[in-house]
T-cell receptor, first 111, second 111 residues
């Protein structure tokens, strides 16, 4: 089992460019999450998907969109990147109320 | 709204010392509480999950307790080693499929 995988590992964007972060899990989990981690701010939830076909906003959804493509995959899209979106992005998955498993993260720099 | 606080923010101890990391939460109606470890530049690794019906969980030298009435969880690390140096985060699951994270405790164990 690969667990939770994320691509890409690193990305540099210019302001206004768009990109999609990909996440996949092979643990048959219902729930998937996207977080961003910034120094001094901890982990903040961007969007989550409680089950296939549903998505909901988290704490900091502005500037992002998500797609739960199927039970395995949950993507995060930045339509017009801004320097404030420079961060480390983590995807996670979990069975309901159970242990949450994290991917290795994507380091994004927006110039 | 659930808020999670971790004290201290940073801790430095000599090798071999037993130590306690603290996690406080404001909403006692949590379903579970999870402790994670994060090494620099890496993703989060789950250490222990305590369900609301449990009072503690143990894994090797780690023991985590949960007291819902006081809104506190503690992670006890016995006989600390330099390899335990990392950031430790707690996260509370309060329903609506969302986990709320504390900002973490940076632990350094000196050889």
């Amino acid at each position: 089992n690969a667990g939770v995988t994320q691509t890409p590992k690193f990305q540099v964007l210019k302001t206004g460019q768009s990109m999609t972060l990909q996440c996949a899990q092979d643990m048959n989990h219902n729930s998937m999450y996207w977080y961003r981690q910034d120094p001094g701010m901890g982990l903040r939830l961007i969007y989550y998907s409680a089950s296939e076909g549903t998505t909901d906003k988290g704490e900091v959804p502005n500037g992002y969109n998500v797609s739960r493509l199927n039970k395995r995959e949950f993507s995060l899209r930045l339509e017009s990147a801004a320097p404030s979106q420079t961060s480390v992005y983590f995807c996670a998955s979990a069975s309901t109320r159970e242990t949450q498993y994290f991917g290795p993260g994507t380091r994004l720099l927006v110039l | 709204k659930q808020e999670v606080t971790q004290i201290p923010a940073a801790l430095s101890v000599p090798e071999g010392e037993n130590l306690v990391l603290n996690c406080s939460f404001t909403d006692s109606a949590i379903y579970n509480l999870q402790w994670f470890r994060q090494d620099p530049g890496k993703g989060l690794t789950s250490l222990l999950l305590i369900q609301s019906s449990q009072r503690e969980q143990t894994s090797g030298r780690l023991n985590a307790s949960l007291d819902k009435s006081s809104g506190r969880s503690t992670l006890y690390i016995a006989a600390s080693q330099p390899g335990d140096s990392a950031t430790y985060l707690c996260a509370g699951f309060s329903g609506t499929y969302k986990y709320i994270f504390g900002t973490g405790t940076r632990l350094k164990v000196l050889a």
